[in-house]
Structure formats: C-alpha cells, structure tokens
C-alpha cells in the first residue's frame, strides 16, 4: 500500500511522501521485500521504518532473521538504509528529517530500523516469558527515552518540574 502511495504522489509530483512503519517480524514476508524493490526501481518517495524491538512476538531477531542488522536489507534494493537509536528522540527526529528530505526532494525511498524496546509483551495474551526481568530492568534504567529527554530538558535548563508535570 506505502509503495503505491508512493507511486501516486510520484505521478502527482508532488511533495509529499509515504512513511510506512511495521513490525521486526513482517520482514521476512514477500510483501515486505516487494515494496522494497518497487520504490527503489520506480524512485518512489516512501520511508520505510522497520520498529526493532528485539521480539517478533515471542521469538528474538536472532532466531528468526539471518541478517539481524535489519537496515542493511535496504542495501539489497538499492536503497538509503540506516539504523536508528528509537530510545533516543532528537536521534530519531535527525534520523527521520534526513530521510524525509531524501524522500522529497530527491524522490527516493529510505529504509530505517528503529531499534527500540517494548517492556510489555506483544499483546495482552503476551506474558513475555521469553525475556528475563533483569533483560525488561535494564532498559527501563538504563535506556527509557522518556527519562532520558526529561533529564536532558532538566539538565539543559530547557524546563523545570513544574513545566514537565503541567505537560
């Protein structure tokens, strides 16, 4: 569906793009490999944004995909290709500003990888016991990007707590 977005605004010439966002677990689908080639071979002005969470579903990245590096999927079509810290949300806004402006003024597709992390499991039935507590624990300390932006807000003296609670 990105991919044909994409070829309607190439025919419309206008400036918009697509950005397509899907699962670490949808990349291994022939859908997934089809769009791909089909923006890179028709210059379609999509981002593709593969969200790397560690877990199609219950089973890990490195269980389920021979390339765990997902990006580098992207050099196979001949693609602008980069990962992402998605734990980190100015990386993520310099990150998607690049590819954006690759989509529209040079038209081209872009596939990023955000690698991020969920401290749920994938769904309500998802009892995430595929993962240890010390694994969900480490990422909530050491890597939550809310914590990380309000510290560098705090620290910045960008605003106080009382800015941060009224948000």
Not at 47 to 69: K, L, P
Not at 96 to 109: L, N, Q, S, T, V
Request: with cysteine.
């Amino acid at each position: 569906i990105a991919a044909g977005m994409g070829y309607t605004i190439r025919l419309r010439g206008s400036e918009q793009c697509v950005v397509c966002f899907f699962g670490d677990g949808a990349i291994n689908e022939g859908a997934f490999h089809e769009a791909l080639n089909v923006a890179s071979l028709w210059d379609l002005p999509v981002v593709f944004v593969v969200e790397n969470n560690m877990y199609g579903m219950g089973t890990s990245v490195e269980r389920a995909s021979a390339v765990t590096a997902l990006h580098e999927r992207g050099a196979a079509y001949n693609m602008a290709h980069l990962p992402c810290d998605g734990m980190d949300i100015l990386k993520v806004r310099d990150t998607f500003a690049d590819a954006f402006a690759r989509a529209r003024k040079e038209k081209k597709p872009t596939f990023v990888e955000v690698n991020t992390y969920r401290y749920r499991g994938h769904s309500m039935s998802d009892p995430a016991k595929y993962r240890t507590k010390e694994e969900v624990d480490k990422f909530r300390n050491e890597r939550d990007p809310i914590e990380h932006i309000r510290k560098r807000l705090l620290d910045g003296k960008i605003i106080d707590e009382a800015g941060l609670k009224a948000i």
